[in-house]
């Protein structure tokens, strides 16, 4: 079983979700095994506005542990990844992180990035 550590940056409540990697996909949404899978089959929201298909950053991660053991960027990813407010180094797109090992500990963070985006001069 792989575990992934999900936290939040808005303040909601952390989740441990325990995952059997050999029976993905476990939804429609995403790389089979990928972070978005996982998530989304357990509950968890990460948006995804382009329903799992690289085609958009609304389901930027970051990496905090197990970074190894996440399939490689390709750099389709990687040009969206760019774009990606809030990017770090260990920045992924969830659904194109497919997690590799059955046994990893995964920790990702899901960005607050509208916050800043939105802010301006408040009345
Ligand atoms: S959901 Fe659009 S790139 Fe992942």
Do not use: W
Not at 52 to 64: E, I, Y
């Amino acid at each position: 079983m792989a575990k992934v550590i999900v936290r939040f940056e808005n303040g909601d409540p952390e989740r441990v979700i325990e995952v059997d990697l050999r029976r993905a996909p476990f939804q429609h949404d995403g790389r089979p095994g990928s972070i978005l899978d996982v998530l989304l089959a357990n509950g968890v929201p990460l948006e995804h506005a382009c329903g799992g298909s690289c085609a958009c950053t609304t389901c930027h991660v970051v990496v905090k542990k197990g970074f190894d053991h996440l399939s490689e960027a390709e750099e389709n990813e990687e040009d969206l990844l760019d774009k990606a407010p809030g990017l770090t180094p260990t920045s992924r797109l969830g659904c194109q992180a497919v997690i590799e090992d059955d046994d990893a500990v995964i920790e990702v963070l899901v960005p607050r990035y509208t916050i800043n985006q939105i802010s301006g001069s408040h009345g």
